[in-house]
């Protein structure tokens, strides 16, 4: 079965520094992962995604993310956080090119602080 | 990308009453979704909204109670029928366009609603 876990509900960071949200996944074929960001009173919105290709992908607002098949993770990352990074963070893999469906993770806040 | 729009916003709605919620594309589509975010929760995939034929709802779900209209490849609706404080939930339209080699989806901004 296809599954997404986020282990950290929360994450709490200074303004500055690095951050990285963690995401496992489990699907049965090739994984098409994905990260999504969902602001207070917001729709999700697309960050970046790996489908094939080099490990290391690059998204929108100077966020990454590498994909590790052996460890099978996709974790996001930044380099230094701002507090307007402040929000719920989704991971999603979806199974290969033929599915449509997508498998969110619980989600994880993260805290950027001043 | 694709601009998705949605309406209602929010609303308070009484037990037992029905809701119906509009998700408008402003570019053709091939995939639209329906899901469920209910607080502080992840999401939950309602069903898929084929156009021209009924749509597909996943496990846990079911027409009687989430009817789910597609008439062309910009709009779909979503209604939640004969409504408990269980159906509270923020309810979000996605959209694919599929052969585009992009296997991303983009979401509306979402109806949140609260069941009295």
């Known amino acids: 079965a296809q599954s997404v876990a986020q282990p950290e509900d929360q994450v709490n960071v200074a303004e500055g520094n690095p951050l990285t949200v963690k995401c496992t996944y489990s699907v049965s074929g090739n994984p098409y992962l994905f990260w999504y960001v969902q602001y207070p009173n917001r729709g999700l919105q697309f960050l970046l995604k790996?489908?094939?290709?080099?490990?290391l992908v690059k998204g929108s607002y100077g966020f990454e993310a590498e994909f590790n098949k052996s460890q099978t993770s996709f974790h996001l990352k930044k380099p230094s956080a701002l507090v307007s990074d402040s929000a719920l963070y989704f991971c999603a893999v979806r199974d290969g090119e033929g599915f449509n469906k997508f498998y969110f993770g619980s989600g994880t806040k993260l805290n950027v602080k001043p | 990308s694709a601009v998705i729009s949605q309406k209602p916003s929010r609303d308070i709605c009484q037990r037992g009453t029905s809701l119906t919620i509009q998700c408008q594309v402003d570019s053709q589509v091939t995939m639209m979704f329906w899901y469920r975010q209910q607080p502080g929760q992840s999401l939950t995939l309602i069903a898929t909204a084929n156009q021209g034929s009924e749509a597909t709802y996943e496990s846990g779900f079911v027409i009687d109670k989430f009817p789910i209209s597609r008439p062309n490849l910009t709009f779909s609706t979503l209604t939640v029928s004969n409504m408990s404080p269980e159906d509270s939930s923020i309810y979000l339209c996605?959209?694919?366009?599929?052969?585009?080699?992009?296997?991303?989806?983009?979401f509306g901004p979402g109806t949140r609603l609260t069941v009295t």
């Open positions: 996605s959209v694919e366009v599929v052969g585009t080699g992009l296997y991303e989806q983009y």
């Open positions: 790996y489908i094939t290709g080099d490990n």
